[in-house]
């Protein structure tokens, strides 16, 4: 079984500030994870992927996360928020035929 | 080129009344799944269609919901016999195909489902 993990429901920042969002996986085999991200009244965008390829992995629009197994997590920053990265943010793990179980989601608020 | 599709946008029905969701995926994309979005649920799988066929139906949460998918295309949706709890956000998403668990998914905007 695989399943994620995101603290909290909303986190936030000044603009211009550190944003860091959490996950954290459990998984019986070497976890493939994902970050999604929904705008309002939006479909779920992909932010970046981790297929074992590297630890580190850079996304759109300055995010990235680093892949820490020793931790069991994932967590997804970005050095400069911006007022466009308001929205919500899901981590997923992908299991048997690609389907996703993703985490419960933060809210990221950015602050002017 | 055309991304997922997904109608109605918004669906407004009576508690007891049937349902039907329509996916468009996009050309070309083999692999397509359903997925629920609930307040108290986040989002969830429902079923995952691999051409015309249904290999994984297990996220589907009662026998009231049944999916189908024809010329390896256009899939619905069904709800039978609408529950109040049956109200959220299904979302719909293809992808080129299913192997390697690393295939991105692309979403559609969803259908906003309201039972009264």
């Known amino acids: 079984a695989q399943s994620v993990t995101q603290l909290g429901s909303h986190v936030s920042v000044s603009e211009g500030a550190l944003v860091l969002l959490r996950c954290n996986y459990s998984s019986s085999v070497p976890p493939y994870l994902f970050w999604y991200v929904q705008y309002p009244n939006q479909g779920l965008q992909l932010l970046l992927k981790?297929?074992?390829?590297?630890?580190l992995v850079k996304g759109i629009n300055g995010f990235e996360a680093e892949f820490k197994k020793s931790e069991t997590s994932f967590h997804l920053t970005k050095p400069s928020a911006h007022m466009s990265d308001a929205a919500e943010y899901f981590c997923?793990?992908?299991?048997?035929?690609?389907?996703?179980?993703f985490g419960k989601g933060i809210t990221l608020s950015v602050r002017p | 080129g055309a991304g997922v599709s997904q109608s109605p946008s918004n669906k407004v029905t009576e508690k007891g009344k049937d349902v039907e969701l329509r996916c468009d995926p996009i050309s070309g994309h083999t692999a397509l799944y359903w997925y629920r979005q609930s307040l108290g649920q986040g989002l969830e799988f429902l079923i995952y269609?691999?051409?015309?066929?249904?290999?994984?139906k297990s996220g589907l949460p009662s026998d009231r919901f049944s999916a189908e998918r024809t010329g390896g295309s256009v899939s619905t949706l069904t709800i039978q016999r609408t529950q109040q709890e049956d109200s959220a956000v299904y979302l719909c998403?293809?992808?080129?195909?299913?192997?390697?668990?690393?295939?991105?998914?692309?979403f559609g905007p969803g259908t906003r489902l309201t039972v009264l």
């Open positions: 269609f691999q051409g015309n066929s249904a290999p994984d």
């Open positions: 997923a793990v992908s299991g048997a035929n690609s389907k996703l179980t």
């Open positions: 981790y297929t074992s390829a590297a630890t």
């Open positions: 998403a293809s992808s080129l195909s299913p192997g390697g668990r690393v295939n991105e998914q692309f």
